[in-house]
């Protein structure tokens, strides 16, 4: 890469860390992330066999105790599919890496993964989609257990918004033959309310260059904060299936209260 091309990429990431969000090219190896993806289809295939038979009952009894499968979104928590052991290894790796890194410029030394919020995904291709399943719409992830049906009036208390960061990493090739990630890259002081979120109120609201879709390679991850819009990026075009992991992290010393319950895993 020549000087010029740096200094281009070098300002296109400081523009985004800006806007609360960054993008690592290959975080995970290609072969990490294929080894990844073996296990995932293998869990993909048991609950798709279920799924096809229209039966959500059958295809979340193939998921161990205290996992969850999302019809809706084709989710599995990652300990659906990953072992204890290998949770830790993930973790200990972003940990140790740019991503850890960055995390702790934003918390603080202890970061926190909530397991209950960390999910393995599949976005498909339009024309594939399985029964109930649908791209998810615009959100923050910050809204995370948020209550809104008892804040109709959309007065929301301080702590609506949470302080976390999400760390979402492509296990194949997105966001131009397969579902990515469409995110506006502008940061936010406070929780939008569910009526804010249609994709007419968003567009409305933001620049036509606040609104990024990048496109992914295996192993890259992008991380952005709890304040972040996006939604499921998809085209009528694509042609293939996307699979991605994301993880939820929290400072350590600050978790949230209406997420007390969940099990939280910190780096060894």
């Known amino acids: 890469m020549n000087q010029a091309s740096t200094s281009a990429t070098a300002a296109v990431q400081g523009s985004l860390e800006a806007a609360g969000c960054v993008l690592y090219r290959s975080l995970s190896n290609v072969r990490q992330a294929g080894a990844w993806v073996a296990q995932i289809d293998a869990a993909y295939l048991r609950l798709e066999a279920a799924r ?25 928590t990652v300990g659906a599919v990953f072992s204890g052991e290998e949770l830790r ?18 918390f603080g030394k202890q970061l926190a993964c909530d397991l209950d919020q960390a999910w393995v995904r599949r976005q498909y291709a339009p024309g594939r989609y399985p029964p109930g399943h649908a791209p998810h719409g615009w959100h923050q992830d910050g809204a995370l257990g948020f209550d809104f049906l008892s804040h109709r009036g959309g007065e929301f208390p301080l702590d609506a918004l949470l302080s976390m960061v999400t760390c979402w990493i ?25 009526t804010d979120l249609t994709d007419a109120c968003v567009r409305s609201r933001f620049r ?7 496109v992914m390679e295996a192993g890259d991850a992008l991380l952005f904060h709890g304040d972040i819009l ?3 990026h998809v085209t009528p075009a694509m042609t293939r299936d996307r699979t991605s992991v994301e993880l939820r992290y929290f400072p350590a010393a600050a978790i949230p209260p209406r997420l007390k319950s969940d099990r939280f895993l910190l780096p060894d």
């Open 52 to 76: 096809r038979q229209g039966d959500a009952k059958a295809a979340n009894a193939l998921i161990a105790p205290g996992e969850r499968f999302v019809v809706t979104a084709s989710s599995l």
């Open 230 to 232: 996006h939604r499921t």
């Open 170 to 194: 492509a296990l194949g090739p997105c966001g131009a033959d397969a579902p990515g990630l469409e995110l506006v890259n502008h940061r936010l002081e406070g929780l939008l309310a569910p």
């Open 89 to 106: 290894s993930l973790l200990s790796g972003i940990d140790a890496g740019p991503a850890g890194n960055w995390m702790r410029n934003e």
């Open 208 to 214: 036509p260059e606040a609104f990024w879709r990048p």
